[in-house]
């Protein structure tokens, strides 16, 4: 039997590592004040570009989709009608899903809450919990 230095083996382990890995980057764990919850209409959408998230109010609530690629996090440019990158070419729809690679992943969903006892903040205003994904069909529901 054959003798195989720990480099070489650690070297193999980190290069099959890397090319096995996925190509999706998620954002780190935090919370973003959107604002008060008079500032979010319902049957509104508002693009927050400096924060990376798209927040919907419909009838059945609020939600906040991420609008950085799953590719690199370069933040998403908006059109109108699609999410594109300028850096990977990668193109979401308005839902998050993906239209074009190299994202492999859909845009992630995050808990809004509403919770100014947590935070110290004016009773109605909207947080978001970024890092920690939801269903896209979860909302907020808005008294």
Known sequence: MKKISFAVLLLSLLFLTSCTSSDVRKRAFGYFRIGDVKNFPVNSTQYLSNDGLLIRHDEGGVSAMSTLCTF??????????????????????????????PDKANLPFYKVLQESALFGGPKDTLYVKVGVEVSNEWRLKIQ
């Open 72 to 101: 690199d996090l370069a933040p998403l440019t908006f059109s109108g009608k699609e999410f594109s990158s300028p850096y990977s070419s990668s193109k979401h729809d308005m839902l998050g899903l993906v239209l074009h690679g």
